[in-house]
């Protein structure tokens, strides 16, 4: 567990370090149009290697797989402190992208390979969560305040410390957990090469089509968004007759999974949405500091510790569990309710209490979603789908950012942020309408 706890941190300071940061970088590499690109390529990276790795961290064992990733986004992470242009910094983005799409996969299935037993996991997956959140949490702050301090080159030599030493705890305590497979097992790679168009095409064709740019590029999204739609309608046969499918639609058969991964889409856009464009509007629309904005922008995340324990407190108790996320939803939604009243003049008090109550509602929804999905599964697809859940997120982190990106680059930033947090509003109602359909039994109840 100490392993997969550094896994956790390294992933949290790899997708929140630079969200404060980022103002800075556009105002010195130039290119605001591309400022959401930062963001959504390593989400779009993420989204298209998480299910591919989680199940391959199910045929082939977790450990290597973990170690790779972390070396991955070391190197990433000191390419993009070395960017000299957007483009450059974007596709070191990208890389670090794979690598957290990788590490994603392998830290939230880990603890399914060390506890099967639901009963003793959910207490030690409360660990993960927690050092998430934390971690989550400081990145911002951190990333803030070396920002201030060193510029905004030094925020991207942080992680790759994190991760020196999540490489050395993985590689010293983490067992090698070696799979149960069949000796004639061939790897799915028709279904892997589909599951990544369908899941990154229709986003990078998103961008291209309703970014500014030439005709050209908008001829490029429509390409993209048809080849996405194509290799999605061909993804479900192909899988169906692979012997050992890369993505096994059995993971989706019931009514539940499907509306958990709704939810966690939502989840997730609604979160990253508020990480990366709150910094943006207290920066550069009301002329905080990054350091500032990095400290008032930390209960958001580190508020997810908080809704975390108590939702694990409250678990036991529950016969229908998923009122919690229910109830993880409704806070989500008041909270980006009080982001609305955001202004120049607002008292810290305020938008810390805000980011608070926005955090602790996702800390009753996030950890339920990965838990869920692995109740659901079969053990033997209990990777992927843990990366199922992830995948969900990572889409909705992407589709998030670059859509109110595109906003704010066609008008300003306060008014599109503004419009932002209106989509908060209204995809966090509809995540607890959804939570409300989804019928779970208390692993602790017979």
Known sequence: MSGIAASAVVVAFDATIVSTSLPQVAQTLGDMELYAWVGTGYFLASAVTILIFGRLGDLYGRKPLMMLSMAMVMLGSV???????????ILFRVLQGLGGGMMIASTFAAPADLFPDPKRRVRWMLVTSITFAVASGLGPVIGGAVTQALGWRAAFFVTPLA??????TTWRYFPW????RSASLSLDWVGALLLTLAVGAPLAGLELLTGKGHDGFRLWGLGLLCVGGIAAVLLAPVERSAGTPIFPLRVLQSSEARLINLAGMLSGAVMFILIFYIPLLLQDGFGFSPAHAGLLMAPLVAGTSVGSIMNGRLYPRQSEPAR???FGGVLLALGCVFTLTFSAASPAWWILLTTSICGIGLGFLLPNYTLFMQMLAEQRDVGVASALIQTTRALGSAFGTAVVGMVIARLSVPLGVTIGLVLCVVMSILVAVVCTQIRMKNVNRS
């Open 79 to 89: 390419l993009c402190g070395l960017s000299q242009s957007m483009q450059q910094l």
């Open 163 to 168: 991760a020196l030493l999540g490489v050395i």
């Open 177 to 180: 957990i070696k799979p149960v």
């Open 324 to 326: 919690l996320m229910v």
